[in-house]
């Protein structure tokens, strides 16, 4: 893929991942294999497509506009009843040392190893996989979302975070065997001064705005 083909991509990645889910349904074709309906989610335990599952982030650039990237290859579980839906779980794996910018040396900055062997100003080099533990489900009164609450681990921090889940469609997969499937978008906001990440604050912000889109098959 030509730069600057790839660069437009990963910069407005995090917006349309935000604004995505108001147009599911709304302008949906009838025939798309999956649809926003509740009533299409079957009960059992669900794996994470890494292809199709993914973590958009921003952050505040110097006060002038924001910084973005995306981490892909999310993998995971969900186990998940409709007739239950306080009793979901889900838990993902997160690989850092897979995160993109549209810039490559950003790229690089964020993924450099500390001088002289010392704490990097970011993540370092060969950084370990973040992950998310849900601890509880508290579902919405539509039907359609849900507060997820689990313990994120990142950059060998572990700290309690809620994510804004909404469910955007079930079916089945015709490009993967008929596999049964069900997506979610999520949002949350994270302070990356909790996970240890210090570099450039306050002049690059605290606050990480999270966009998370995934999903999970039943084969």
Same mark, same amino acid.
């Given at each position: 893929?030509?730069? @600057?083909?790839?660069?437009?991509?990963?910069?407005?990645? !995090?917006?349309? $991942?935000?604004?995505?889910?108001? #147009?599911?349904?709304? #302008?949906?074709?009838? *025939?798309?294999?999956?649809?926003? %309906? !509740?009533?299409?989610?079957?009960?059992? +335990?669900? +794996?994470? =497509? @890494?292809?199709?599952?993914? /973590?958009?982030?921003?952050? *505040?650039? $110097?006060?002038?506009?924001?910084? #973005?990237?995306? /981490?892909?290859?999310?993998?995971?579980?969900?186990?998940?009843?409709?007739?239950?839906?306080?009793?979901?779980?889900?838990?993902?794996?997160?690989?850092?040392?897979? $995160?993109?910018? @549209?810039?490559?040396?950003? +790229?690089?900055?964020?993924?450099?190893?500390?001088? %002289?062997?010392?704490? !990097?100003?970011?993540?370092?080099?060969?950084?370990? =996989?973040?992950?998310?533990?849900?601890?509880?489900?508290? @579902?919405?009164? %539509?039907? /359609?979302?849900?507060?997820?609450?689990?313990?994120?681990?990142? *950059?060998?921090?572990?700290? !309690?975070?809620?994510?804004?889940?909404?469910?955007?469609?079930?079916?089945?997969?015709?490009?993967?065997?008929?596999?049964?499937?069900?997506?979610?978008?999520? %949002?949350?906001?994270?302070?990356?001064?909790?996970?240890?990440?210090?570099?450039?604050?306050?002049?690059?912000?605290?606050?990480?705005?999270?966009?998370?889109?995934?999903?999970?098959?039943?084969?």
């Amino acid at each position: 893929m030509h730069r @600057p083909i790839r660069t437009a991509l990963l910069l407005a990645a !995090p917006l349309f $991942l935000a604004g995505i889910t108001a #147009q599911i349904g709304a #302008q949906a074709p009838a *025939n798309l294999p999956g649809k926003p %309906d !509740p009533a299409r989610v079957t009960a059992g +335990t669900y +794996t994470a =497509d @890494p292809g199709h599952s993914f /973590v958009a982030w921003r952050i *505040n650039h $110097l006060g002038f506009n924001e910084s #973005q990237g995306l /981490v892909g290859d999310v993998t995971g579980t969900l186990t998940i009843d409709p007739a239950n839906l306080a009793a979901a779980k889900v838990s993902a794996v997160i690989p850092v040392a897979k $995160l993109v910018t @549209p810039n490559p040396a950003i +790229t690089a900055e964020l993924l450099k190893a500390g001088a %002289d062997g010392g704490k !990097p100003h970011f993540f370092g080099a060969n950084p370990a =996989d973040a992950t998310f533990v849900s601890t509880s489900v508290v @579902p919405g009164a %539509d039907g /359609v979302s849900a507060d997820v609450t689990g313990n994120l681990t990142l *950059n060998g921090v572990t700290r !309690p975070v809620t994510l804004k889940a909404r469910f955007t469609g079930a079916g089945t997969n015709p490009f993967n065997a008929g596999a049964r499937t069900i997506g979610f978008m999520a %949002d949350s906001v994270i302070k990356r001064s909790d996970y240890g990440v210090m570099f450039l604050l306050p002049i690059v912000g605290d606050e990480v705005h999270l966009t998370i889109s995934a999903a999970f098959e039943a084969k």
